[in-house]
């Protein structure tokens, strides 16, 4: 690693980065123990400065003027970032969007009068029982009352309210407001459990008093739209879902469901997305028969028993539906989750041991679980390398020897993965200088050179590199990229090692550290083809709920970094050669997506990408043209697809921006 570099790591990067050489280099048979140790030393005395500058009078005397600071530092960011007026006011207009977005998604989303009678003389053709399952425990009346209420507000009739009471003896007004209620409804059972078995036991308790065909899980304190279960019932009816999900706002306390403060849009179901993350959460309703055999929840993961519930059942689950609308509000409140995962730190814990209870039961085994840096409860997981595979890096090469020769001492400098072979795709080139660089590079017994004719046709150009690979993978590389992480073939290798995986793509950085990709969303962008998300935003920024810190599923990555099984990519007769310049690796995933795989972006695999420097932008003149000419083509061929939407990039998000910027 270049000295520059290594200077602009923070301690713990460095650290890191010396541990992980120590272990790549250990296995060559050298030992960087003296540094290794020196680094932690060095890290070690400066913690203890900053310990003792922060505990310090000057230091807490200081804090006023330091927040001064900030604040002007983050609004010259905030300046830089948007460049210039039109893009404060687009900002500004974003915030706009956003709020009054969060009234749209409120009450006044509710249906009217005629409406509501609409929906409630709806003939399903078919009768489904849901039972709400809510466990009780020293609910305040408000909260208890405003629940219950937005159940009995169902414009779907066939459901019953299941309400197991384990409040202490300070709060028996829980029992006498839920007994008013059961007066007036007969649909509304309530049991007064005689101790409290925490949220798990409570919640088995109200699945005891159930008889419905649905199961669906309501917190105590929290709200649902009067119209969830007439939509659940439309999934139920129009798709056979037997596992459905909503999106969900979060609301403060006392204050009302218009005054949300954050608006969770999801995507359709994701496995990877819900590994690592519990996306799907609120509200969860289920065909009863997905239990059989297997508790609802387990008390061994209380704090995160919906997480190791949401996971079991749609393991079982044939057909798992979204229905991508605001239809449950949870309210956040002093202990509750919805306000700080802190207030049960417990919960973080069980979560791994329920992801972990999850791989387990789907076979894997020596797999890690660490909490990211956007939230405690949501995870990296590394899978376990099975074997030592070759894997063949195909790189398209015209001439740019500084691009090339950047990229290849990257990945030769680099990599903690050895097993590995680079076959250079030369595809007319003029410069002399370029086949000495060929010449040169190809003393390594590991790279090889060889020869497309014919006119650029970048899939044409990978296929020929395929069809000449002897690795079981394939890693497809543009020659603009440099490498950053060292074990970057490991993380996306995890991936494209599990059978149900297509494509695995990489975090690519501009050189400015702003993203270029994070995944491709179809159908994003004025072609209304495919565009990349979180384009442009710093490499320290989160991501839309935590997105850029986890791996997930996404419907296409870009062929600047993308990994996949050699014989997949030869069952789906590789590159299409009609798209010869662009969307042919957006082309392939979605190929890839229809054969029953799943495509994953990993953000642990970071390189820079130097991107349109070897090939120029698509903007002006005959490559303008051309792009829209494979646009059209790309809009035909995979007309319904697009008529959907992207799976994994919600309806209610814009697709004129890569922000995940509401639309109205």
């Not at 709060?171 to 005689?194: F, M, N, P, Q, S």
């Not at 791994?352 to 956007?374: C, D, M, P, Y």
């Amino acid at each position: 690693m270049e000295q520059k570099e290594l200077s602009r790591m923070t301690e713990q990067e460095s650290l890191r980065y010396y541990r992980e050489a120590y272990e790549r280099e250990k296995k060559k048979g050298c030992f960087l123990t003296g540094r290794l140790e020196e680094e932690e030393y060095h890290y070690t005395e400066l913690g203890k400065q900053l310990a003792q500058i922060k505990g310090s009078f000057l230091w807490r005397l200081s804090k006023p003027l330091r927040s001064l600071v900030h604040w002007v530092h983050r609004t010259k960011e905030r300046v830089s970032r948007y460049g210039d007026l039109k893009g404060i006011l687009r900002k500004l207009n974003a915030k706009a969007v956003e709020r009054k977005a969060r009234i749209q998604h409120g009450t006044a989303s509710f249906p009217g009068a005629e409406e509501a009678r609409r929906q409630r003389e709806t003939n399903f053709g078919r009768a489904v029982k849901f039972s709400i399952l809510v466990p009780l425990y020293n609910t305040p009346e408000k909260f208890l009352r405003q629940a219950i209420e937005s159940v009995t507000a169902q414009t779907y009739s066939g459901w019953e309210l299941c309400l197991a009471d384990g409040s202490d003896s300070q709060h028996t007004d829980v029992g006498r407001i839920c007994r008013e209620y059961a007066a007036k409804d007969h649909r509304i059972r309530y049991r007064k459990l005689v101790k409290n078995e925490g949220i798990s036991g409570n919640t088995n308790a109200c699945l005891d008093m159930a008889t419905g065909d649905y199961i669906a899980l309501f917190d105590h304190d929290d709200v649902l739209h009067p119209s969830v279960l007439y939509e659940y019932m439309k999934a139920i009816c129009e798709k056979g879902a037997d596992y459905i999900y909503c999106d969900e706002g979060t609301f403060q306390g006392n204050k009302t469901i218009d005054d949300m403060i954050t608006l969770h849009f999801k995507p359709d179901f994701a496995p990877d997305n819900l590994r690592a993350n519990n996306y799907i959460c609120h509200f969860s309703a289920f065909d009863r028969k997905l239990l059989e055999c297997m508790p609802l929840f387990r008390s061994e993961f209380d704090g995160s028993q919906d997480h190791d519930m949401i996971l079991r059942l749609t393991a079982r689950a044939k057909c798992v539906v979204h229905v991508p609308k605001l239809l449950y509000y949870w309210r956040s409140h002093a202990g509750s989750v919805a306000s700080d995962i802190n207030a049960k730190s417990y919960a973080i814990e069980a979560a791994k041991g329920a992801v972990a209870a999850h791989l387990r039961q789907q076979g894997f085994e020596n797999f890690e679980i660490t909490s990211t840096k956007a939230f405690e409860t949501i995870f990296r997981i590394k899978y376990e390398i099975q074997g030592n595979p070759l894997v063949s890096i195909i790189i398209p090469n015209k001439d740019h020897i500084e691009d090339l020769q950047r990229c290849i001492t990257s990945i030769l400098d680099k990599s903690t993965y050895d097993n590995y072979e680079i076959i250079v795709v030369e595809n007319n080139s003029t410069a002399d200088e370029i086949y000495e660089y060929y010449k040169k590079i190809q003393e390594n017994s590991n790279i090889r050179v060889i020869t497309y004719e014919g006119d650029f046709n970048y899939s044409k150009i990978n296929n020929l590199g395929a069809s000449n690979a002897k690795g079981e993978y394939l890693l497809l590389l543009n020659n603009d990229t440099k490498v950053i992480t060292l074990n970057w073939i490991e993380e996306l290798l995890m991936y494209a090692q599990r059978k149900d995986v297509g494509a695995v793509g990489a975090k690519l950085y501009y050189e400015d550290r702003t993203i270029q990709h994070a995944g491709v969303v179809l159908g994003l962008g004025q072609h209304r083809t495919a565009g990349h998300s979180h384009y442009r935003v710093s490499s320290n920024n989160l991501g839309y709920m935590g997105r850029l810190c986890y791996a997930q599923n996404v419907m296409a990555v870009t062929g600047a970094c993308l990994m996949m099984k050699k014989a997949l990519f030869d069952e789906l007769g590789g590159l299409d050669e009609s798209f010869a310049v662009s969307l042919n690796d957006v082309d392939l995933c979605v190929r890839a997506w229809k054969a029953g795989c799943v495509n994953v972006f990993t953000p642990f695999a970071e390189l820079y990408h130097f991107e349109s420097v070897s090939r120029g932008l698509d903007d002006a003149g005959e490559k303008a043209k051309r792009y829209d000419r494979e646009s059209e083509a790309f809009r035909e061929k995979w007309k319904d697809v697009l008529e959907k939407g992207d799976p994994y990039y919600n309806p209610n998000f814009s697709l004129d921006r890569s922000d995940f910027a509401l639309r109205l």
